[in-house]
């Protein structure tokens, strides 16, 4: 493809996103396809010559719409929201058009200072304490892939400062060399890191058992012992604060190291918050490393009203969003500030020659602030939707949904089959049909079967629960309205009564 194709292609695809997007309402939401479907459509070679573009695109309704399950659809309701905007798709061309990898300052300084400003205009935006920003300090901001990433990566973070505490870093170094050890005949190579294994073997994390799976996995990959601490039902499924003071001090009178508590603002089966203020004061008594996890609920920040679920973010030593699932930022964009610099960059940095430069000591280099060593050029499409929309329109936007959540509720209230199972915080309703697990599991299942809408469930406390979240930007009240017949269509099949 040459430069004056290009221009042609990409003209017809943006047609087509434009077209795509302002069709969704026609399409089902969910694809009629079977696992394997795309097998009999794509060769199991690729081809020997080159094929003109118009066969590329004629393929993307019949093999790839016909298998896709359209999140953006404005009756798409399913898990939380993944966000989609026109600006956001216009800093993601200009990045893979830019295709640079800004690891190091010197790499693409506009890459790392256009990230380090975003940072710094998000954590305004949404009200974070001054330090976590650069002009500030002496905290920062970075935007990594997911919040998956984040809470590992504060993991690491917590870790390694314990590690310091004892005098040792992140390094397990080979202090002996191979022939000593065969000499001495006692594997002696491990013995000089006893100290690194034993300390490790002793740190815990915490976390609700509402947390997202992330917390555990995050745990799982850094070899951390976790506790799920028990949430509190009489307080909307927030964590028993006082179970996890006991845990914390058992912990330590068995001579265990507590390193982290992740607390979580907006949980994904409930959207429940934990007592961010409580958690932060016993975080601090016990000097412990107090991760915030907001991944959706962070973007409503931007609206001051929202923010007393912040109370008690002073004790905050990382916090992490999602502009990617509700500000309208596509993905990937994961934001994650930590309220000190060298907190994670202590875990990250390695030193290689070759990455080296002049500069490096008037600036950060984003490479000790993640796993990876590559990055795209991400702080672009939030540049675009910061200044697009505005705060003004990210408030708009927050508060648009947040109001279609609470018609939804509405509506449930008209139909005495049905109960809220937990009162309505953000953009998702949690609801069920009064009455069995296995009936609320046979009306999900008649739901989603339809295709028309999509939701998705969960189990709190062994009580099945079906979701229903605004996900898209374009979801109108019609589309709610839409959704609340469908559903209560689908519970007349299986209860087959509806109140007058
Ligand atoms: N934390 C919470 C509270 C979430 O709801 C989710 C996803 O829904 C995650 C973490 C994981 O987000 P990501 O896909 O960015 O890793």
Same mark, same amino acid.
């Given at each position: 493809m040459n430069s004056d194709e290009f221009r042609e292609a990409s003209k017809q695809l943006t047609d087509y996103i434009a077209d795509y997007i302002e069709g969704l309402?026609?399409?089902?939401?969910? =694809?009629?396809v079977e696992p394997g479907y795309l097998n009999d459509l794509v060769p199991e070679l690729p081809p020997e010559q080159g094929e003109p573009w118009c066969n590329l695109f004629n393929d993307i309704e019949p093999v790839i719409m016909k298998g896709m +399950?359209?999140?953006?659809? =404005?009756?798409?309701?399913?898990y939380f929201p993944t966000a989609n905007s026109y600006p956001a798709i216009c800093g993601d061309m200009l990045s893979t058009a830019l295709a640079?990898?800004?690891? #190091?300052w010197n790499a693409a300084p506009s890459c790392t200072e256009l990230e380090m400003r975003m940072m710094d205009w998000l954590a305004w935006m949404i009200g974070l =304490?001054?330090?976590?920003?650069f002009k500030y300090g002496p905290g920062g901001g970075v935007i990594q892939t997911t919040a998956s990433e984040s809470t590992l990566i504060a993991i690491l973070g917590a870790r390694t400062q314990i590690l310091k505490q004892y005098g040792l870093d992140n390094r397990i170094a080979d202090d002996q060399d191979d022939d000593e050890d065969q000499e001495d005949g006692?594997?002696?190579?491990y013995d000089g890191h006893s100290k690194h294994y034993e300390l490790l073997g002793r740190m815990v994390a915490y976390a609700s058992?509402?947390?997202?799976?992330s917390v555990e996995k995050a745990a799982m990959l850094s070899a951390t012992r976790i506790r799920l601490i028990p949430v509190d039902r009489e307080k909307n499924?927030?964590?028993?604060v006082d179970r996890l003071r006991k845990r914390i001090i058992a912990d330590k009178q068995r001579g265990l190291i507590p390193m982290i508590v992740i607390v979580t603002l907006? #949980? +994904?089966? +409930?959207c429940s918050f934990d007592n961010l203020f409580r958690i932060g004061e016993i975080c601090s008594e016990f000097r412990i490393w107090l991760h915030v996890d907001?991944?959706?609920?962070?973007?409503?920040?931007?609206?001051?009203?929202?923010?007393?679920?912040?109370?008690?973010?002073?004790?905050?030593t990382s916090f992490t969003m999602n502009p990617?699932?509700?500000?309208?930022?596509?993905?990937?964009c994961n934001a994650f500030w930590v309220k000190d610099k060298s907190l994670i960059e202590d875990a990250f940095i390695v030193n290689p020659v070759y990455l080296k430069h002049e500069n490096q000591n008037r600036i950060l280099d984003?490479?000790?602030?993640?796993?990876?060593?590559g990055r795209r050029f991400r702080s672009l499409k939030m540049w675009f939707v910061f200044r697009s929309y505005g705060l003004n329109g990210l408030q708009k936007h927050i508060r648009k949904q947040i109001e279609l959540a609470k018609l939804f509720g509405q509506l449930l209230k008209t139909d005495d089959r049905f109960e809220l199972f937990d009162e309505i915080r953000m953009g998702l309703v949690c609801f069920r049909l009064k009455g069995s697990n296995e009936l609320n599991e046979k009306l999900l299942q008649s739901i989603n079967h339809g295709k028309e809408i999509f939701l998705t469930p969960a189990k709190v406390n062994e009580q099945f629960i079906i979701r229903f979240a605004i996900c898209s930007? #374009? #979801?109108e009240e019609m589309d709610v309205q839409f959704s609340w017949n469908l559903i209560q269509k689908h519970a007349d099949q299986i209860i087959l009564q509806r109140p007058k």
């Open positions: 309402r026609q399409r089902s939401v969910v =694809p009629d +399950t359209h999140w953006h659809s =404005p009756r798409f309701h399913a640079c990898i800004g690891f #190091t =304490p001054e330090y976590f920003q006692q594997g002696g190579q058992n509402q947390s997202h799976s499924y927030s964590m028993n907006g #949980t +994904t089966n +409930t907001a991944a959706y609920a962070g973007s409503a920040f931007v609206c001051p009203e929202f923010r007393h679920y912040m109370h008690g973010i002073e004790h905050a990617h699932k509700w500000l309208l930022v596509n993905f990937d984003y490479r000790h602030w993640q796993i990876p060593l930007r #374009t #979801t």
